[in-house]
């Protein structure tokens, strides 16, 4: 299972890009990586282990700006066809995570 996190913040004045720049560190903080510059993506094991996280994302959204969240599974992000420069780019493996219990 994988969670996808998407926003648009607004970085106009000084206290929205400290608002930007929170959310973006608490999200790697949770262990999202980035995957493009306003999506983030975390492998989850389980639908229960990626519902903790989507909440702990929700807990953390900022004051202003959208955000969106998105649950797929290993199989549909596997059928994912990304392309730099009109070329195909093979999809990069995800880092293993040791997940203790």
Not at 38 to 65: D, Q, T, W
């Amino acid at each position: 299972m994988w969670v996808l996190v998407f926003f648009d913040l607004p970085t106009e004045t000084k206290k929205e890009r400290k608002a930007y720049a929170q959310f973006r560190k608490k999200l790697m903080t949770d262990g999202f990586t980035m995957f493009q510059f306003s999506i983030y993506l975390r492998h989850c094991p389980s639908a229960e282990n990626a519902e903790v996280h989507i909440k702990r994302v929700k807990s953390m959204l900022p004051e202003f700006g959208k955000v969106g969240i998105l649950r797929i599974t290993d199989k549909q992000f596997g059928d994912m066809e990304l392309f730099d420069c009109q070329h195909f780019a093979p999809l990069q493996q995800p880092v293993q995570q040791l997940e203790l219990f």
